[in-house]
């Protein structure tokens, strides 16, 4: 299988359609801790909605729209990570993330963020990278501060989940940064 190492027993991988019941069986699993900050959290439930989940990132990556991809640790998916939309005509993108408790703490969405970074800047020639986080998901905006991202705003009532209205902070980096070094990225990393 393609992959693309993250350091001790950790890689990258795609997650593909045939992988519906991991997925299915891994969101079962931590549903509880992924609900408060996931949409799609509340709507995989069983082998046939994450194979349609995961259908819907086949074909945005088949459109060059979007990828979805696998965090795997000892050959064991523990998260993932995301181009939710990827536009290269408007040299945009936007990473999401993931991770079951046990394997946080690790750096693992941070080097994984900054190899889909590395690829989006330097093989793509994506100019603005985004990363859209609750205001209350404390990791994830740590994670965002780890890779030089600048906080730009919040999205205040921007969509609804589990009942109730969503804000979202919103932060990024510019392809420039990343490239000259005011990103984590930066030249020579």
Not at 172 to 179: M, P, S, V
Request: aromatic share 8%; net charge neutral.
């Amino acid at each position: 299988m393609l992959s693309t190492p993250l350091g001790d027993g950790a890689a990258l991988c795609p997650l593909e359609p045939w992988q519906a019941a991991e997925l299915a069986a891994y969101t079962d699993r931590v549903r509880d801790h992924l609900t408060p900050w996931l949409p799609w959290a509340h709507s995989v439930t069983d082998t046939a909605s994450a194979r349609a989940f995961l259908q819907r990132y086949a074909d945005e990556q088949a459109a060059d729209r979007g990828r979805l991809y696998g965090i795997r640790l000892g050959g064991a998916l523990v998260g993932g990570m995301m181009f939710r939309l990827f536009d290269v005509r408007e040299g945009s993108c936007e990473l999401g993330a993931w991770l079951a408790p046990e394997a946080q703490g690790r750096g693992l969405v941070t080097t994984a963020a900054h190899r889909m970074i590395d690829w989006a800047v330097g093989d793509r020639g994506i100019a603005r990278v985004e990363w859209l986080v609750s205001p209350a998901n404390g990791p994830s905006i740590a994670v965002a501060k780890r890779l030089g991202m600048t906080y730009e705003g919040t999205l205040r009532s921007v969509f609804a989940m589990g009942g109730r209205r969503q804000d979202l902070q919103v932060w990024a980096l510019l392809g420039e940064e990343w490239r000259t070094g005011r990103g984590w990225g930066g030249a020579g990393s």
